[in-house]
């Protein structure tokens, strides 16, 4: 499926978000590798503006998304929670196989 | 010294198992030999020991020193089914890299465990003041390639035909760097 200007617009604002809400929840924590990683996830945003087309920008936003999905881990992690895993969504994808599970 | 205050400390696995991870104790051999029975021969190729002897296994928990090396370990019920151990040089050009070793029971893998020790063992080299954690993995263990990876290390050479295991037959070895947060990259 090909994402148009509408859905990279609307991926990126809904990226922006969900960083925000890790960033107030992160707050309280004493996780320097999951700050670490939320920093690179906004530098990732960044890298791409709002209404930023392409491949690139969507590579980007992908790295945003990874980046996050490791500090939503952490966060899970320190408060003993069962890890996230995006195979848990694979309903949602389109696409055959999700990319990655738990393997270890 | 590295803060051991989170310890003990409870997770969740993907199966809902809860397991405790916690610093080795000299009481741990026992527990210790079990874990190390289990696992299959290419994760005992690193030892620089022969893990096989009771009395080498005894010795590790009973002279520990967790400034050089600190072993956590997981504990599913009564059993260890994981260990995640932080080698660390005190001194000399060395002393800002930890060495990450990570071994899974068998019977405990695609559960998120080893992603877990993972977690806490970049959480202790952050709290170490490390600036990169290494991993030695064998080219065969994918399934541990992968999910450092995943956790943002990244390989940093292969070695053709470089390490051997216990049989003689030769390995590639992955080398894997994670950069900390003190260097900021």
Redesign the interface.
């Known amino acids: 499926m090909e994402a148009n200007s509408i859905d990279l617009r609307r991926a990126y604002h809904q990226l922006e978000r969900l960083l925000r809400d890790i960033a107030v929840a992160l707050e309280k924590e004493d996780?320097?590798?999951a700050?670490?990683?939320l920093g690179k996830a906004f530098d990732a945003l960044r890298a791409v503006g709002p209404g930023e087309e392409g491949p690139e920008a969507l590579r980007h936003l992908d790295h945003a998304l990874s980046y996050a999905h490791?500090v939503i881990?952490?966060l899970l992690?320190e408060k003993?929670?069962?890890?996230h895993?995006p195979a848990d969504f694979a309903g949602w994808f389109d696409a055959a196989e999700v990319p990655?599970r738990?393997?270890? | 010294m590295i803060p051991l205050d989170r310890y003990p400390?409870?997770?969740?696995?993907?199966d809902?198992a809860r397991a405790v991870l916690r610093p080795m104790r000299s009481g741990d051999a026992d527990g210790l030999w079990n874990f190390l029975r289990q696992l299959p021969e290419i994760d005992k190729s690193h030892f620089h020991e022969d893990v096989d002897r009771r009395e080498v296994v005894e010795r590790w928990a009973t002279s520990l020193d967790y400034d050089a090396a600190l072993p956590i370990l997981a504990i599913h019920g009564e059993r260890v089914v994981g260990s995640a151990t932080l080698f660390r040089n005190n001194t000399g050009w060395k002393q800002r890299i930890g060495i990450v070793r990570i071994l899974?029971s068998p019977d405990h893998?695609?559960?998120?465990?080893?992603?877990?020790m993972i977690?806490?063992i970049?959480?202790l080299g952050?709290?170490a003041g490390l600036n990169y954690l290494l991993a030695e993995v064998i080219e065969e263990q994918?399934?541990?390639v992968?999910?450092l990876e995943?956790?943002?290390f990244e390989k940093a050479v292969v070695y053709r035909n470089f390490v051997n295991d216990r049989k003689g037959d030769l390995h590639n070895l992955v080398v894997l760097l994670h950069p900390?947060?003190c260097l900021g990259i």
């Open positions: 996780v320097p590798a700050r670490l990683d490791r881990g952490d992690h003993g929670l069962a890890p895993s990655f738990e393997d270890w | 400390k409870e997770i969740t696995l993907r809902d899974i893998r695609h559960l998120g465990l080893g992603t877990a977690r806490e970049r959480h952050e709290k994918q399934a541990a992968r999910a995943r956790m943002g900390m947060s």
